[in-house]
Every structure is written in C-alpha cells, then in structure tokens.
C-alpha cells in the first residue's frame, strides 16, 4: 500500500502516544463512525490523450482536535441526524464545499489506531464534481483548498498526511480518468483497515494489513 519510506513514518507526538497506550495497558476507545469523500474531476486531453485526474484536497487548522494541519479530504463524524454513514458523508460535503454530489462509490475503510484518543470508523467513498459547480471553502475548517493530481499531492504534501489518505491518494493515481476509478471502486475490498505501529529499536513506523511485520 505505502511502499514510499517516508510515507511509513510516525510524527514523534504519535509515537509517544503509542508507547505510553502499550506501556500503561491502557484500553482502546470505541472509534466513532465516519465518513470523507475524494471528488473527482477530469483534466482536459491534451493532444488527444487523456490529461488525467485531480481531487480536491483540504489543509485542516492546525487548532483542529484531530488531524490539525494536515491534508485530507473533506468529510467528518456521522451525526445521529444522518440516517446512514452515506447520509453523512453527503451532508459533510455540502456543509465544507458547498457542493451537492449525486452518487457515491465506496473506496475503502479505515479505523484509527488504538492508542489515539480520538478514533474513528471512516468510510472513504469516491465521487464526481457536479458539472459546472465548483467547491468552495465554506466549512471553516481548513486554512488551505484546492485541486491536484494525486500524484502531485503526494509529492509535495505526503509528509503532512494520515496513512489512510496517502494510501488513497496512491491508489488514486493508477487512474487516467474519473470513470476508471467509479469503476474500479466496483471490485474494491471493503474490508476495514486498522493501521498498527512497530516499536522495534526505538523507531516507530506504520505497518498495514498484509505487511510481513503486521502484528497478529
């Protein structure tokens, strides 16, 4: 999933937080459901060939409660007014960008690591920008927005990203046009990924499902 080095690494505040969880025994706190929503939108061909994909990414405050300073894709906690996690996924959309999607893909599932105080259950779902409608910064909640390829985004921005978001974003950038990823959201696996981290030798670093050293 995150073959890049630097993409494995743990901010030093993470960390810590993971050896005072293992050290004191401590009992992991019940991840609240959530959902974010990657929006999509073709770049114009270019010589007849495809130009590509961009989405549309936020840079979270700093004085956020979770994720503070970091990219990400809008989204957010399911309220008990949602009737259901897409329900929610919609709402958080509209009330951060304005926009009014359509039709959502589920991408993948992930649930925040044991030893974070705040969890989440978040459904990554994948989507269309509306035609003619563009996002606008009206959530809040960011200091920067805007859109890039998500190859871009992880070149310039990956160091100042969660696990799930630069595995999104790698995934992402297989893909040529919109519809390649609606349909390869299709066939994806929805099992729920639950990012774990490896203490050895005093270096910290994210190991995921399917990883040789992923703990049982």
């Known amino acids: 999933m995150l073959t890049e080095p630097n993409l494995r690494r743990v901010p030093a505040a993470f960390a810590e937080r993971a050896?005072?969880?293992?050290?004191?025994?401590?009992?992991?706190?019940?991840?609240?459901?959530?959902?974010?929503?990657?929006?999509?939108?073709?770049?114009?061909?270019?010589?007849?060939?495809?130009g590509g994909i961009e989405v549309y990414l936020i840079r979270r405050r700093p004085t956020m409660a979770f994720a503070g300073g970091l990219y990400a894709f809008p989204g957010g906690g399911?309220?008990?007014?949602?009737?259901?996690?897409?329900?929610?996924?919609?709402?958080?959309?509209?009330?951060?960008?304005?926009?009014?999607?359509?039709?959502?893909?589920a991408w993948s599932r992930w649930i925040t690591p044991e030893f974070e105080p705040r969890r989440y259950d978040t459904w990554f779902y994948v989507a269309r920008q509306p035609d003619d409608v563009q996002p606008q910064d009206v959530g809040g909640e960011a200091d920067w927005v805007g859109w890039l390829s998500p190859a871009e985004a992880l070149r310039d921005h990956g160091a100042d990203m969660l696990p799930p978001t630069a595995v999104a974003l790698s995934e992402l950038s297989r893909h040529l046009t919109v519809d390649s990823v609606l349909a390869a959201a299709e066939e994806r696996d929805l099992s729920p990924v639950l990012p774990r981290i490896r203490l050895d030798d005093g270096a910290a670093r994210i190991c995921l499902p399917g990883d040789p050293d992923y703990p049982a």
Not at 86 to 93: D, G
């Open 19 to 50: 050896r005072a969880f293992y050290r004191d025994g401590a009992t992991a706190v019940e991840p609240r459901r959530a959902a974010t929503v990657m929006v999509l939108r073709d770049l114009p061909h270019v010589a007849g060939a495809c």
């Open 78 to 105: 399911v309220d008990p007014a949602d009737i259901d996690v897409q329900s929610a996924a919609l709402r958080e959309v509209r009330e951060e960008t304005g926009l009014r999607l359509r039709e959502l893909h």
